[in-house]
């Protein structure tokens, strides 16, 4: 892969899909505690942010790991990130579309063990995105990951400010956009590792 628009694009991309499990996580969160301070906000989407970078970082350099020793697996790599996105993406559709009428909010704050489970739930299907960029180099695989992080970031300071605003009404949409868009990279990653 080389640095161009379609690199940026698709690692944005892989960003927003990836960063709807913390932004509905967040609504919640802004949901239960409608006081809550600036630092906190930015604690909490900086902890989302940063599992958001660092779980793709995880699985390409397992996937690299792999890879040096069974040169075969590279090129089942892009089956591996068509199942695995499919399978997560498909996972948030449904789920988004089962709790769009089943949604539960508690009325507790959020304390740090907490808030560091909900930062590894969030972002355990970013581990799978490092098989989807394995076929980046490490300086691409770093910029791309970061890109996530940061778009998770943003995107979970929204979700604090809506939670607080708003209600629930977004949460169950936002893991159904998410869903559709892990599954358009998964199979746009799947064309273009086989064409």
């Known amino acids: 892969m080389n640095w161009?628009?379609?690199f940026f694009f698709n690692s944005i991309l892989l960003g927003v899909g990836l960063a709807m499990d913390a932004f509905s996580v967040s609504i919640a969160n802004g949901l239960m505690e409608p006081g809550m301070r600036r630092k906190k906000r930015r604690i909490i989407a900086g902890t989302f942010g940063f599992f958001q970078f660092l779980m793709p970082m995880v699985g390409w350099v397992c996937?690299?790991?792999?890879a040096e020793r069974f040169e075969a697996f590279q090129k089942a790599v892009p089956w591996i990130a068509l199942i695995l996105l499919l399978?997560?993406?498909g996972k948030m559709l449904i789920e988004g579309l089962r709790s769009h009428k089943?949604?539960?909010t508690e009325n507790v704050r959020l304390s740090g063990p907490a808030l560091l489970v909900q930062g590894v739930a969030t972002s355990i299907d970013a581990l799978s995105v490092g098989f989807a960029i394995a076929s980046y180099g490490w300086m691409q695989a770093v910029v791309c990951a970061l890109l996530i992080g940061v778009v998770t970031f943003f995107i979970s300071t929204a979700g604090l400010r809506l939670g607080?605003?708003?209600?629930?009404?977004?949460?169950?949409?936002?893991?159904?956009?998410?869903?559709?868009?892990?599954?358009f990279i998964g199979l746009e990653i799947f064309i273009r590792g086989i064409v």
């Open 87 to 89: 399978f997560i993406g």
């Open 164 to 183: 607080k605003k708003a209600g629930e009404m977004l949460s169950g949409k936002a893991e159904i956009l998410g869903g559709c868009i892990l599954i």
């Open 102 to 104: 089943e949604q539960k």
């Open 63 to 66: 996937v690299h790991a792999i």
């Open 4 to 6: 161009s628009a379609v």
